[in-house]
Structures are given as C-alpha cells and as structure tokens.
C-alpha cells in the first residue's frame, strides 16, 4: 500500500452549536469555510444542532438543512449524527463527517444520568484500498467526574466488543477531561495513543479557544502512526467556538 493511501487527514472540534457567545448570531457559514480550509478527510464534531425551531424562526440566515448536513455539502460526502440532548424546538449531538464511504453507523446512549444527555457515535468508513474498516468514535462526555468514569467505562465496554484489537480506530471529541483520567482508561487499558501526547508529551490545551489551558479535547488512535497534530486556537477560530479545533495526520501501520 502506498503512503499516499495509507495517510488520513482528521480533526475534531466542539462547535458551540453553531452560534457566537450568547447566541447572538449564526457563525455557521464562517465555521463551513475554516472546517473546508483544514483539508482533512473526516472531522469529529459535538454539539452540532440537528434542528431548532425557535432558531429557525429567530435567524435569517439560520440553514434550512440541519447543521451537519449544511456543514458536510459538497465536501464530506457521507455524514453520521447522533441525536442525544432532545428538546421541545429540537435537538443536538454529535456528528461525523467523511470523504468515504460510511458502511454503517450506529449512536449509544451513554448518559450518566438524566440532567446530561450524552452519546457515543460509533462509524465504520470503507477506506480504498484498506481490507479492514476504519472504526470512527465521536464523543461527548459530561461535567461531573462521576459520570465521565462510566462513560469512559461505556467506550471501553464498546471497543472491546465491536472493534477487533487489529482494526484501525479512531476515537476524538471533547472528553471534559481536564484531570487525564481518559488516557489511564483508554490508553492503558486499549492500547490507543492521544496524539499530541505522543508529540508533544501532553494532551492539548483546548479551552478556552481566546487563551487555551484545560486539556478537554482529545484525538486518540489505535493501529495508526502519527505524522503530526495541530492545534487551531485564537482568532478567527475563537470567533467560532470557545474550543480550540484539532487535527492530526496520521498514517496506517
């Protein structure tokens, strides 16, 4: 296999629902185009509104296709949401979108309790030239450290079961995770790699976007080598979303 097809482009980002601070107005055109311009081949996305009525009828130039689909036009061909929080005027979660093909898809409620609706968005991508699928996992977790530990139990649990241990994974999001208790979980336990800590020797400063300094978001990968990672943070991005935008290339093994 060449490296050219070997090599995949991700990135993960929070996009605050597609609204600045306070709500005030829709950024979503300006978030399409700084998405376009990071090139990458799948992005990982949390709190990206599938449909919200009293938007709708609030803002002009609110899209009449939900986020994801309005996000992926041309570009990402194929594209997963998984509904989690649902409301009275809608509902939002999370959402994958890719260049291949998404052969199956499926999205787990992992909610700690009733106060947090959370997902686990879980895609299988049929990549040219790959025998195996590529395993994608969107995450969301909660605020509360209770919950967060069975959430990371939940992606554990489901790892094990559905993914083989050869299959190439790759599981991002923002993991609200400020303590690093995802990496003694995930990356002790199966094997997976945080790619800026293997570049950079810890997990990203992410939040918030003006002046990062929590470590929330994350990209960890199994079955992969990473060729380098970046961070998009400060202007224009903290116009977009109080998380910094991550991305990674990484090569298959």
Known sequence: MRESNRTLHIATYNIHKGLSFFNQRVILHELRDYLRSLNVDIIFLQEVIGEHTLHASRFQDWPKDAQYEFLADAVWSDFAYGKNAVYNHGHHGNAILS????????????????????????????????????????????????????????????????????????????????????????????????????TQGKAARSFPSVLPLLRLDRIYIRGFQVKNARIFHNRPWSRISDHAALSAQIMRK
């Open 99 to 198: 260049r291949f093909p998404i052969s199956s898809w499926e999205n787990e409620d992992i909610s700690a309790h009733r106060f947090e609706s959370r997902g686990l968005l879980h895609c299988e991508l049929t990549i040219p030239g790959w025998k195996d699928a590529l395993h994608c996992i969107c995450v969301h977790l909660g605020l509360f450290k209770r919950g967060r530990y069975q959430q990371l139990e939940a992606i554990e649990r489901r790892i094990r079961q559905l993914v083989p241990p050869d299959a190439p994974l790759v599981l991002a999001g923002d993991f609200n995770d400020w303590r690093g208790v995802a990496n003694q979980a995930l990356a002790n336990r199966l094997n997976l790699v945080e790619v800026f800590q293997h």
